[in-house]
């Protein structure tokens, strides 16, 4: 009855700072409409857990979204919310324990040559140059040494490294081998791209210079993209869209429209407001994650549940996601 009450009192926090915008900002961020034609990505009723018994982590409960083609989508939640569970069920590294996702409405059971999956961590060939970096990955894929060597001349230049072609990725900058990588991401022309906070080892001014990178990239290959952070300012200047999650169990709180104009600056002010915002909401909704957590653990009377693998329980099941105001549904 309490998680009830404490659920509802996250979704009138979520639904009053959208309701409650002052009239400048009205519009930039509001629930998700409804796209036409089939999704892209579709994921149904996810769920993962790691771990049995006491030990089960609920990584995701219940996650239901649907990425329509040319949609730039920002998974965005507290660290342990399961970003990137997600992220790696989506690229077919991990079977999650329940639920399907499907990619252009084929099951996902296994990595693809349709999507891909950008780190943090460069990942690049430390014995290649920048230019073999890029051709390799091409070659194997069966494309001729021309063809190669003249996407990898172009995808250098979308990312302003002419003239860094035979550097090694030791003589670069830690900025200057994250363009390398995303330039291989995108010469490899993915349908899907999938990232996992890639930006986040990098200093605040080389981030900035990548976001305004990643959205001219965006806006002229209107790729699909799927791109984790908990970093709020960044989901609203890259992402057309952004899924907020929770911890504890992870799972939906809000699918929300950002409809702010491009290219956005992370001091842009309405950017700045909405973000303050989010953080507060993120805030009271990790509050509730930790309440059902220690009432997962515990049972009706405040002891120990005498079955610790108890699936309705382990799962969070005194929360009410969807009742809450259809959070977590598809639409
Ligand atoms: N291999 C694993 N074994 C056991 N538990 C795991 C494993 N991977 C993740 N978890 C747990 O699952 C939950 C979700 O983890 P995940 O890495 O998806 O979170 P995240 O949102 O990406 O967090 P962060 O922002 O810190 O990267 C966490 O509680 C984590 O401890
Ligand atoms: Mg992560």
Not at 160 to 178: N, T, W, Y
Not at 278 to 307: C, H, N, T, W
Request: aromatic content about 4%.
């Amino acid at each position: 009855m309490g998680s009830m009450r404490s659920m509802r009192s996250v979704w009138h926090a979520l639904s009053g700072w959208i309701r409650g915008r002052p009239p400048r900002d009205r519009g930039f961020l509001v629930p998700r409409r409804a796209r036409l034609g089939p999704p892209k990505i579709a994921v149904a009723s996810v769920g993962h857990r790691f771990g049995t018994g006491r030990r089960q982590v609920v990584a995701l409960h219940d996650v239901n979204i649907a990425v329509h083609p040319g949609e730039f989508v920002c998974l965005l939640g507290p660290s342990g919310c399961g970003k990137s569970t997600l992220l790696y069920a989506l690229a077919g590294h991990l079977a999650p324990s329940g639920g399907h996702i499907t990619i252009d409405g084929v099951e996902v059971h296994g990595p693809g040559p349709d999507r891909l999956l950008l780190f943090q961590d460069h990942a690049l060939f430390p014995w290649l140059s920048v230019r073999q970096n890029l051709e390799f990955p091409l070659r194997a894929r069966g494309r001729s040494r021309a063809d190669a060597a003249a996407r990898a001349r172009a995808y250098i230049g979308l990312v302003h490294l002419d003239g860094f072609e035979q550097a090694l990725p030791h003589q670069l900058s830690g900025g200057m081998r994250m363009r390398v990588q995303l330039a291989r991401a995108l010469a490899m022309d993915p349908a899907v791209l999938l990232m996992d906070e890639p930006f986040a080892a990098l200093d605040a001014q080389t981030r900035s210079h990548m976001h305004q990178l990643l959205q001219t990239i965006w806006l002229r290959d209107r790729k699909t993209v799927v791109f984790v952070t908990h970093d709020v300012r960044e989901a609203l200047v890259l992402g057309d869209r952004v899924v907020v999650m929770a911890a504890r169990p992870g799972r939906v709180l809000q699918d929300l429209d950002v409809n702010l104009p491009r290219p956005r600056d992370p001091d842009d002010a309405p950017l700045v407001e909405l973000s303050r915002r989010i953080r507060g909401a993120l805030r009271e909704a990790e509050g509730v994650g930790a309440d059902a957590e220690a009432r997962a653990r515990s049972g009706p009377d405040g002891r120990a549940r005498k079955d610790p693998s108890d699936e309705r329980a382990a799962e969070g099941a005194d929360l009410p996601p969807r009742a809450a105001g259809g959070l977590g549904a598809p639409r």
